[in-house]
Nanobody, 124 residues
Framework: QVQLVESGGGLVQAGDSLRLSCAAS????????MGWFRQAPGKEREFVAA????????DYANFVKGRFTISGDDAKNTVYLQMNSLNLEDTAVYFC?????????????????WGQGTQVTVSS
């Protein structure tokens, strides 16, 4: 069955970097668009980044442009989120998800499979 498992979260200081991984199983990654979302306590889940089917296009929320990079490794069936220049507002649980849309999906209800999430905490 389809499974998504995130890893790589942790406690870092402001200005540090982290790379999140999302290991996919039960399907071939290159045939699906993928996204990263995050949810902070008391807030709604929000779009962070997406990569198209085939990996040739990417999209980012304005608040991470220039700091975060989404990428995929078809050989490892894994999607990554490289996060640089982290700030306190980036503290959240980060989720990866799969969508049947080819590209451009930014709403959580456009994604059909989700991982369990990985906690990212940024301290001052």
């Amino acid at each position: 069955q389809v499974q998504l498992v995130e890893s790589g979260g942790g406690l870092v200081q402001a200005g540090d970097s982290l790379r999140l991984s999302c290991a996919a199983s039960g399907f071939t990654l290159k045939w699906f668009a993928m996204g990263w979302f995050r949810q902070a306590p008391g807030k709604e889940r929000e779009f962070v980044a997406a990569i198209s089917r085939g990996g040739d296009r990417t999209d980012y929320a304005n608040f991470v442009k220039g700091r975060f990079t989404i990428s995929g490794d078809d050989a490892k069936n894994t999607v990554y989120l490289q996060m640089n220049s982290l700030n306190l507002e980036d503290t959240a649980v980060y989720f990866c998800a799969r969508t049947d849309a080819q590209f451009g999906a930014t709403r959580p209800d456009e994604y059909d499979y989700w991982g369990q999430g990985t906690q990212v905490t940024v301290s001052s």
